[in-house]
């Protein structure tokens, strides 16, 4: 089982459409959880971290299950700009930062 | 304002070469990263630095040698470079302390071996 797994996408999705992207961990010592978005050949940038309570910055959502070692993201009112590979990343442990990240899911939206 | 950069941003070269890209972070974090990305997209962890005391060395062959000068740098050197090294090296920094520990990437550099 990978460490970090990710819907295999791609998603292909009109403009103005909800899509919602989930991943699974296995390490459930994991103490960390984000989303990075990767253009084409650019770097990856850090979307949002993601809290146990759950966090919203505004169209982005996204939900931690530790119980389910589980973790989404969705997306609202999708843009044109939307458009990139979305990363799952996983931090096992505080002080050594070693992240792991996730294959990521391509989402191009549709004019 | 460039907050980690990289250069060379391409690098070509061939079988055999020895080569160096440098990093450079000015958002005062204490810990640097190297990240390899193949040719599938897959980003993977290569080396970590923690005020210049390395961390983390993630099985990578001894061709790969990082060097941290100060907390703000952190440069790697590849011997003898093979096609297999092809791909794109990403530097990152962070924070190990407090709340806020997200990684912030340079834009990479893209090495090609021929």
Same mark, same amino acid.
């Given at each position: 089982r990978k460490e970090v797994e990710q819907d295999p996408g791609p998603f292909n999705v009109p403009e103005g459409a909800t899509v919602a992207f989930n991943c699974t961990y296995s390490n459930s010592a994991s103490q960390s959880f984000f989303w990075y978005r990767q253009d084409c050949r650019k770097e990856p940038k850090l979307l949002m971290s993601v809290y146990s309570s759950g966090n919203e910055d505004?169209? +982005?959502?996204?939900? =931690?299950?530790?119980?389910?070692? $589980? !973790?989404? /993201? /969705?997306?609202?009112?999708?843009? =044109?700009?939307?458009?990139?590979? $979305?990363?799952? %990343? %996983?931090?096992?442990?505080?002080?050594?930062?070693? /992240?792991? +990240?996730?294959?990521?899911?391509? =989402?191009? !939206?549709i004019p | 304002d460039t907050a980690v950069s990289q250069t060379p941003k391409y690098l070509v070269t061939q079988m055999g070469n020895d080569k160096s890209i440098k990093c450079e972070q000015n958002l005062g974090h204490d810990t640097m990263y190297w990240y390899k990305q193949d040719s599938k997209k897959f980003l993977k962890i290569m080396f970590s630095y923690n005020n210049k005391e390395l961390i983390i060395n993630e099985t990578v062959p001894n061709r790969f040698s990082p060097k941290s000068p100060d907390k703000? *740098?952190?440069?790697? *050197?590849?011997n003898s470079l093979e096609l297999g090294d092809s791909a794109v090296y990403f530097c990152a920094s962070s924070r190990t302390s407090g709340d806020r520990r997200e990684q912030y990437f340079g834009p990479g550099t893209r090495l090609t071996v021929t």
């Open positions: 505004g169209r +982005f959502t996204a939900q =931690l299950n530790r119980a389910s070692q $589980y !973790i989404s /993201l /969705l997306i609202r009112d999708s843009k =044109l700009s939307d458009s990139a590979t $979305y990363l799952c %990343v %996983v931090n096992w442990s505080r002080g050594n930062e070693k /992240l792991t +990240f996730g294959t990521g899911t391509r =989402l191009t !939206i | 703000a *740098h952190l440069n790697l *050197h590849i």
